[in-house]
C-alpha cells in the first residue's frame, strides 16, 4: 500500500487530496460515497481484496476525506469537473470504477461513456439524506446551507448536528447494519474526518441535496440503462427503504442481476468486503 497525495486546482485554487494505491494489474479506480464520515479509506477493505487482480486507486473527494478544506460552496458542477480530471489524467481509462453512494450517481452522469470499461456501483444514491426524506428540495434548505457557513454560528450548528451521539446514530440508522462496527477502533477515525477544518461546508452541501448528481429518479435511471451489461449493482439488504427502492429501479431500468448482501446497509463495501469483491470479480 503507498499513501500519496494528489494536488487539484479548482478557479485558481489549489487542493490537496488524499490518494491510496495497492496492488498491481488493469487499473481500478475507487471512489468512496460523499458523506460527512466517508474518505478513501473505507475502501480499503475492499481494495485489499481487488488488489492480487487490480491496482486499485482510492482518492477523496474535494471538500470530503481527511485533510483540511477550504471554504467553498461546493456544487455539482465542481464534484463532475473533479471526477473528469480524475478520469482524464489521474486514471485514464481504468479498466473498473468502483463508486459508492453519491460517487456512482456522479459517474453515471459522467459524460464520456468510453472514460472506463467497467462500472461497479456500491449502494448508488441520486438524492441526498434531507430531499429524500422530505421527498423535495424545498428552498429552505438553502437557508440551512447559509446558517452552516456562517463563520460564529455556523460551527456551532455543524457541531451539534455531527456530535459523536449524532453520527452514531446515523451511522447505525442508515450505514451499518451491525450496531457494534463502529467499535473503538473505528469510531475515531470517523469523528476525524467529521472534524477536519473545513469540513461543513461540502458535508452540510451533501445533506441538504446541493450535491445531488441529477435532479430526479427518471434521469438517474436512464444513465444506468445507457450504460447496461457494463454495470455491476451491489447493495445491503437492510438498506433504508427508500433509497433500496430507487436502487431496484436503476437495476431493472439497467436490465441487471445485482448483488444484495446480507447483513449490510449503505456501508456495504465496507461491512462485507469479501461479498461485494465476489459480486465484483465475478461480475
Known amino acids: 500500500?503507498?499513501?500519496?497525495?494528489?494536488?487539484?486546482?479548482?478557479?485558481?485554487?489549489?487542493?490537496?487530496?488524499?490518494?491510496?494505491?495497492?496492488?498491481?494489474?488493469?487499473?481500478?479506480?475507487?471512489?468512496?460515497?460523499?458523506?460527512?464520515i466517508s474518505t478513501r479509506a473505507e475502501m480499503g477493505?475492499?481494495?485489499?481484496?481487488?488488489?492480487?487482480?487490480?491496482?486499485?486507486?482510492?482518492?477523496?473527494?474535494?471538500?470530503?476525506?481527511?485533510?483540511?478544506?477550504?471554504?467553498?460552496?461546493?456544487?455539482?458542477?465542481?464534484?463532475a469537473a473533479f471526477l473528469?480530471?480524475?478520469?482524464?489524467?489521474v486514471a485514464p481509462r481504468p479498466a473498473l470504477v468502483v463508486a459508492a453512494g453519491h460517487?456512482?450517481?456522479?459517474?453515471?452522469?459522467?459524460?464520456?461513456?468510453?472514460?472506463?470499461?467497467?462500472?461497479?456501483?456500491?449502494?448508488?444514491?441520486?438524492?441526498?439524506?434531507?430531499p429524500t426524506m422530505l421527498a423535495r428540495r424545498p428552498d429552505w434548505l438553502a437557508r440551512v446551507r447559509a446558517a452552516v457557513d456562517a463563520p460564529v454560528i455556523g460551527p456551532m450548528l455543524y457541531a451539534l448536528n455531527l456530535s459523536r451521539p449524532v453520527i452514531r446514530r446515523m451511522a447505525r440508522g442508515h450505514v451499518y447494519a451491525d450496531p457494534a462496527f463502529l467499535a473503538p477502533d473505528r469510531f475515531p477515525a470517523k469523528l476525524a474526518v467529521a472534524d477536519a477544518p473545513g469540513a461543513?461546508?461540502?458535508?452540510?452541501?451533501?445533506?441538504?441535496?446541493?450535491?445531488d448528481p441529477f435532479d430526479d429518479g427518471a434521469t438517474f435511471r436512464a444513465a444506468g440503462a445507457a450504460l447496461g451489461a457494463r454495470l455491476t449493482l451491489v447493495w445491503g439488504a437492510e438498506t433504508p427503504g427508500k433509497s433500496r427502492a430507487e436502487m431496484g429501479a436503476l437495476?431493472?431500468?439497467?436490465g441487471v442481476t445485482p448483488t444484495i448482501v446480507a447483513g449490510a446497509k449503505l456501508g456495504v463495501h465496507e461491512e462485507r468486503p469479501n461479498e461485494t469483491a465476489t459480486a465484483i470479480l465475478e461480475g
Open 200 to 211: 461543513r461546508f461540502a458535508s452540510v452541501r451533501f445533506v441538504t441535496g446541493a450535491l
Open 251 to 254: 437495476a431493472d431500468a439497467a
Open 103 to 130: 460517487a456512482a450517481g456522479y459517474l453515471l452522469a459522467h459524460p464520456d461513456r468510453d472514460a472506463f470499461d467497467r462500472a461497479a456501483l456500491i449502494a448508488p444514491t441520486w438524492r441526498g439524506p434531507l
Open 45 to 79: 477493505p475492499l481494495a485489499e481484496r481487488l488488489a492480487p487482480r487490480f491496482q486499485t486507486l482510492a482518492v477523496d473527494w474535494p471538500g470530503f476525506g481527511d485533510l483540511p478544506r477550504p471554504r467553498r460552496a461546493w456544487s455539482r458542477a465542481d464534484m
Open 1 to 36: 500500500m503507498t499513501e500519496a497525495t494528489l494536488d487539484w486546482r479548482i478557479d485558481g485554487e489549489k487542493l490537496r487530496l488524499g490518494l491510496t494505491r495497492r496492488g498491481d494489474g488493469p487499473l481500478a479506480l475507487l471512489l468512496p460515497a460523499l458523506s460527512s
Open 84 to 89: 473528469a480530471h480524475l478520469l482524464a489524467e
